[in-house]
Nanobody, 120 residues
Framework: QVQLVESGGGLVQAGGSLRLSCAASGSIANINSMRWYRQAPGQQRELIAAITRGGSTNYADTMKGRFTISRDNAKNTMYLQMNSLKPEDTAVYYC??????????????WGQGTQVTVSS
């Protein structure tokens, strides 16, 4: 069984920073691309950034500059460094990954989400 668990969310004042983590666990054979998404109340889930196993990154145009995605393949963990946070960054942040387990070919897995609240 493969699981993704996000952590690092919380309440922060505008202008502050947070670092989110997404740890994959279970019978993992390989993790390909990993992604961060967020969903604000009443809004659709939107892609923030993606990172390949080799470390190549892509960001949504609106997320460039303040957010940095990274990963540690040895730890099966992905990170999202968020700086200069704004109240409009308030959302539930989700991680997503393409994982090949010991029993299944690549499937897309989601974490349960972590709440980020930015106060003005």
């Amino acid at each position: 069984q493969v699981q993704l668990v996000e952590s690092g969310g919380g309440l922060v004042q505008a202008g502050g920073s947070l670092r989110l983590s997404c740890a994959a666990s279970g019978s993992i054979a390989n993790i390909n691309s990993m992604r961060w998404y967020r969903q604000a109340p009443g809004q659709q889930r939107e892609l923030i950034a993606a990172i390949t196993r080799g470390g190549s990154t892509n960001y949504a145009d609106t997320m460039k500059g303040r957010f940095t995605i990274s990963r540690d393949n040895a730890k099966n963990t992905m990170y999202l460094q968020m700086n200069s946070l704004k109240p409009e960054d308030t959302a539930v942040y989700y991680c997503n990954a393409d994982i090949r387990s010991e029993l299944r070919w690549y499937s897309s897995y989601w974490g349960q989400g972590t709440q980020v609240t930015v106060s003005s």
